[in-house]
């Protein structure tokens, strides 16, 4: 089985999605931390 | 209406958390479990693929991400009150006499999960020394690997193990470990097992992931047998299968179970907060360290490796006979055929033992809260109460596995029972107590400000949610469940026992709950 384009797609969003939610949570963790 | 549920009841001392770090990984362990690496993967390949995600992320936005809220609100606020568990926390809630049993369900369900979790919890202990040792590296396929789990189980006495005596000696190794760690306490056992355990559960994670992104076509064979096909199984998209309603549903099933939500254990954790410590950031720090676990973490490790050695064809075999047909048959295979085999594949049931244990003592200190919240019992004495409430009942677990004794207990309390109590705490919280005052304790010292359209999720699409979630699977699932369709004639008298003793584990908590509050109102 091939990876489609589609596929690649689907793989790329969920992985930015949490990737960006993490880097978004962090940043604020540091942030309140430093307060 | 009696007004002895608004009483301040103060421990003389409550235990705090040591830090928030500490904290977010506790409350993060307690949601990622065997779950995220076995579960996750076999719900999407078998439910559109890539598509999955898009009922998975409505999911996590509409039901996971507001119920981690909501549980976090809480437990904040009964912790406020002096209450650890659920009883006191929906008593503080909601000024009626109902309110207490209502959050005796909360006790009830941790309590039943963990009976029959450490149990499998237990497996991934002993696999992953037997991995170590080398100890099933001469079987060869899956139908004998499948016989040496059996063997395992004391359900074949053909296999290597005589009778169930390795597996009962790992699991008592198991209880263990989890009532020393429930006896040291909050900061110096649930929280130093998150700071040790967390770390190296992502460290044998991403090891494994490495390793599974380098192995390429292990056997040039079969050129079609490669990691790459296994990527495109798990997320090239099959969208007509979202037209199908057991697709969301399934995708919902799996927000819950992954987040651990509706169990009752993540308000006890928020009750060990700081009066103004933030919820808001904190629960969507756990939700997110779980989400990273799940779908970068769990979704590249199991599925892709098996494609890779079996094929596509015995894959969708595989993922069809269940989660533990892919942990424990097809993955110790793949060790056996790869270089280092031994290694990874401690490193892989290691990481699911850790996976396991930081949920697991999450299930235990509700019942450890009340006994020392409510009944006023020492830590020693409320550890060896649940101790041998444990212990008594996994014995029923152990030696009618084979009869689908778990199975029952998963189902009813596992699945059902947390819908039904994320129901319940849901309408107390967002229509009982009030939206508006759930909105403030929800920013009560918050870092971030949370977007207003969540007041409006939390109050009336999750609910929704959950009410349509619960018809579905009552319809589904449950009615046939309970008239005990397809079960083997032999297995039905063990399934009435596992249902007799829910209902004794429940009346028991019911009555104690009861107990407490007319002692209190004694005293």
């Given at each position: 089985?091939?990876?489609?384009?589609?596929?690649?797609?689907?793989?790329?969003?969920?992985w930015?999605?949490?990737?960006?939610?993490?880097?978004?949570?962090?940043?604020?963790?540091?942030?309140?931390?430093?307060? | 209406?009696?007004?002895?549920?608004?009483?301040?009841?103060?421990?003389?001392?409550?235990?705090?958390?040591?830090?928030?770090?500490?904290?977010?990984?506790?409350?993060?362990?307690?949601?990622v479990?065997?779950?995220?690496?076995?579960?996750?993967?076999?719900?999407?390949?078998?439910?559109g693929?890539?598509?999955?995600?898009?009922?998975?992320?409505?999911?996590?936005?509409?039901?996971?991400?507001?119920?981690?809220?909501?549980?976090?609100?809480?437990?904040?606020?009964?912790?406020?009150k002096?209450?650890?568990?659920?009883?006191g926390?929906?008593?503080?809630?909601?000024?009626?006499p109902?309110?207490?049993?209502?959050?005796?369900?909360?006790?009830?369900?941790?309590?039943?999960?963990?009976?029959?979790?450490?149990?499998?919890?237990?497996?991934?202990?002993?696999?992953?020394?037997?991995?170590?040792?080398?100890?099933?590296?001469?079987?060869?396929?899956?139908?004998?690997?499948?016989?040496?789990?059996?063997?395992?189980?004391?359900?074949?006495?053909?296999?290597?193990?005589?009778?169930?005596?390795?597996?009962?000696?790992?699991?008592?190794?198991?209880?263990?470990?989890?009532?020393?760690?429930?006896?040291?306490?909050?900061?110096?056992?649930?929280?130093?097992?998150?700071?040790?355990?967390?770390?190296?559960?992502f460290?044998?994670?991403?090891?494994?992931?490495?390793?599974?992104?380098?192995?390429?076509?292990?056997?040039?064979?079969?050129?079609?047998?490669?990691?790459?096909?296994?990527f495109?199984?798990?997320?090239?998209?099959?969208?007509?299968?979202?037209?199908?309603?057991?697709?969301?549903?399934?995708?919902?099933?799996?927000?819950?179970?992954?987040?651990?939500v509706?169990?009752?254990?993540?308000?006890?954790?928020?009750s060990?907060?700081?009066?103004?410590?933030?919820?808001?950031?904190t629960?969507?720090?756990?939700?997110?360290?779980?989400?990273?676990?799940?779908?970068?973490?769990?979704?590249?490790?199991?599925?892709?490796?098996?494609?890779?050695?079996?094929?596509?064809q015995?894959?969708?075999?595989?993922?069809?006979?269940?989660t533990?047909?892919?942990?424990?048959?097809?993955?110790?295979?793949?060790f056996?055929?790869?270089?280092?085999?031994?290694?990874?594949?401690?490193?892989?049931?290691?990481?699911l033992?850790?996976?396991?244990?930081?949920?697991?003592?999450?299930?235990?200190?509700?019942?450890?809260?009340?006994?020392?919240?409510?009944?006023?019992?020492s830590?020693?004495?409320?550890?060896?109460?649940?101790?041998?409430?444990?212990?008594?009942?996994?014995?029923?677990?152990?030696?009618?596995?084979?009869?689908?004794?778990?199975?029952?207990?998963?189902?009813?309390?596992?699945?059902?029972?947390?819908?039904?109590?994320?129901?319940?705490?849901?309408?107390?919280?967002?229509?009982?107590?009030?939206?508006?005052?759930?909105?403030?304790?929800?920013?009560?010292?918050?870092?971030?400000?949370?977007?207003?359209?969540?007041?409006?999720?939390?109050?009336?699409?999750?609910?929704?949610?959950?009410?349509?979630?619960?018809?579905?699977?009552?319809?589904?699932?449950?009615?046939?469940?309970?008239?005990?369709?397809?079960?083997?004639?032999?297995?039905v008298?063990?399934?009435?026992?596992?249902?007799a003793?829910?209902?004794?584990?429940?009346?028991?908590?019911v009555?104690?709950?009861?107990?407490?509050?007319?002692?209190?109102?004694?005293?």
């Amino acid at each position: 089985m091939e990876l489609t384009w589609g596929g690649l797609v689907f793989w790329f969003t969920a992985w930015a999605s949490v990737v960006i939610l993490s880097v978004f949570v962090l940043s604020r963790l540091v942030k309140s931390s430093g307060k | 209406m009696s007004n002895d549920q608004q009483t301040p009841f103060k421990p003389p001392q409550r235990e705090r958390w040591a830090s928030r770090l500490g904290l977010i990984l506790a409350a993060a362990g307690n949601a990622v479990g065997l779950g995220n690496f076995l579960r996750f993967p076999v719900q999407a390949v078998s439910n559109g693929g890539g598509a999955f995600m898009i009922p998975y992320f409505c999911a996590l936005l509409f039901l996971g991400i507001p119920l981690m809220w909501i549980e976090w609100i809480i437990g904040s606020h009964g912790g406020r009150k002096g209450h650890s568990t659920a009883p006191g926390m929906f008593a503080a809630l909601w000024s009626h006499p109902a309110a207490k049993y209502l959050g005796a369900l909360g006790l009830f369900l941790s309590l039943t999960v963990m009976i029959y979790y450490v149990y499998v919890e237990s497996w991934a202990l002993a696999y992953s020394i037997f991995s170590f040792l080398g100890y099933y590296s001469q079987v060869a396929d899956l139908a004998q690997m499948s016989g040496f789990l059996q063997s395992y189980q004391g359900l074949n006495p053909q296999g290597p193990f005589a009778t169930v005596a390795t597996a009962y000696f790992f699991l008592i190794l198991t209880l263990l470990l989890n009532f020393t760690i429930l006896y040291r306490g909050v900061s110096r056992g649930i929280e130093l097992l998150a700071k040790v355990a967390m770390p190296l559960l992502f460290l044998f994670a991403l090891v494994l992931v490495v390793r599974v992104f380098t192995l390429g076509t292990p056997d040039p064979a079969f050129p079609d047998r490669s990691v790459w096909s296994g990527f495109a199984f798990l997320w090239n998209p099959r969208f007509e299968e979202l037209a199908n309603a057991s697709v969301w549903l399934a995708a919902a099933g799996q927000i819950f179970f992954t987040l651990s939500v509706g169990m009752g254990t993540l308000h006890t954790y928020a009750s060990y907060l700081r009066e103004d410590d933030d919820i808001a950031l904190t629960g969507l720090s756990t939700s997110t360290l779980n989400e990273f676990v799940e779908v970068i973490l769990g979704a590249s490790i199991a599925i892709p490796v098996a494609v890779a050695f079996f094929g596509l064809q015995a894959t969708q075999e595989i993922a069809r006979g269940g989660t533990f047909n892919l942990g424990f048959v097809s993955m110790p295979i793949v060790f056996t055929r790869m270089p280092q085999g031994e290694l990874l594949g401690m490193l892989w049931f290691g990481l699911l033992f850790f996976a396991g244990i930081t949920s697991s003592v999450a299930m235990g200190q509700p019942l450890v809260a009340f006994l020392q919240d409510e009944w006023g019992l020492s830590r020693k004495k409320a550890v060896l109460a649940l101790a041998a409430v444990v212990f008594a009942s996994v014995q029923f677990v152990v030696f009618f596995y084979g009869y689908g004794f778990d199975h029952e207990m998963d189902f009813w309390a596992g699945t059902f029972g947390l819908a039904v109590f994320a129901l319940i705490e849901t309408i107390l919280l967002c229509w009982v107590f009030g939206i508006d005052r759930a909105w403030e304790e929800l920013h009560r010292g918050a870092a971030i400000q949370v977007p207003r359209a969540f007041k409006w999720i939390m109050k009336y699409v999750t609910p929704g949610y959950l009410i349509a979630l619960l018809t579905i699977w009552t319809l589904d699932e449950a009615l046939p469940k309970l008239r005990l369709q397809g079960v083997p004639l032999e297995a039905v008298p063990y399934r009435w026992q596992a249902r007799a003793l829910m209902l004794l584990l429940l009346a028991g908590i019911v009555v104690s709950v009861g107990l407490a509050w007319r002692r209190r109102r004694k005293a």
